[in-house]
């Protein structure tokens, strides 16, 4: 897989998720419509490509870029959808730390949490998708560092690293009333225990925030 320079898509089809938070033991099902999301996490020389930064603490190509807030991310989004001729997804409000969704535009997005835990169970319905140490690099076997992307086994809809190696933020706010504009991320990274590499895990954080175990992969509405 080319990682480089380009993102392959992956079609991921329609379904049912039942998220669930375990601060609140509240639970809650969302219908999803088809649409795309990243077979890996976006890459050190992707990012570097479309922004022209390398923010990432652990420099390689290959490796998943990090150090990377949520406002970088759908900037990001936003750079590479008008690089490739496309209908930015968000517009950036003035206050810098919030943006509005285009529903209807054709360009790059992050995931809704629903929509990465769908993709990351891929029609499975245990914890994770396969053996820990095979799907995921996680503080057991990861010498506490990152690694490049796609070097784990897939899950059955081939797509690598949902577990482990860098969270992801989504676009999702976690909980307005409670943390305000924080926003969800998911998946575990490489830093973490067992326990957080799991499908309904989930942390939050303020969307300017920016640490060395987080990162991210895009999304299209809409199948191929």
């Known amino acids: 897989m080319d990682t480089h320079t380009e993102i392959a898509m992956i079609d991921v089809p329609p379904g049912r998720v039942t998220l669930s938070d375990r601060r609140t033991q509240r639970s809650w099902t969302v219908d ?22 390398r923010p990432s603490t652990a420099q390689g190509d290959l490796l998943p870029v990090e150090g990377v807030s949520w406002l970088d991310a759908v900037r990001f989004c936003n750079a590479l959808s008008l690089r490739e001729g496309l209908a930015p997804a968000y517009r950036l409000h003035a206050d810098a730390a919030q943006a509005t969704w285009d529903t209807a535009a054709d360009g790059y997005r992050l995931p809704t949490e629903a929509e990465w835990e769908h993709a990351c169970r891929a029609g499975t319905t245990k914890a994770r998708y396969g053996q820990l140490d095979d799907i995921a690099w996680h503080r057991g076997n990861s010498q506490e560092r990152p690694h490049e992307v796609g070097t784990r086994q897939p899950n059955p809809w081939g ?42 895990v989930r942390r939050r954080s303020h969307p300017t925030f920016r640490i060395d175990d987080t990162g991210f992969r895009v999304a299209r509405s809409g199948p191929m």
């Open 32 to 53: 999803l419509a088809p649409y795309r999301l990243a077979a890996v996490p976006v890459t050190q020389a992707r990012y570097a490509q479309v922004t022209g930064e």
């Open 159 to 200: 797509l690598y690293d949902t577990l482990g190696n860098v969270w992801e933020w989504c676009w999702d706010v976690y909980d307005a009333e409670v943390y305000g504009t924080y926003r969800v991320l998911r998946g575990g990274g490489w830093f973490d225990e067992r326990w957080s590499c799991r499908a309904s």
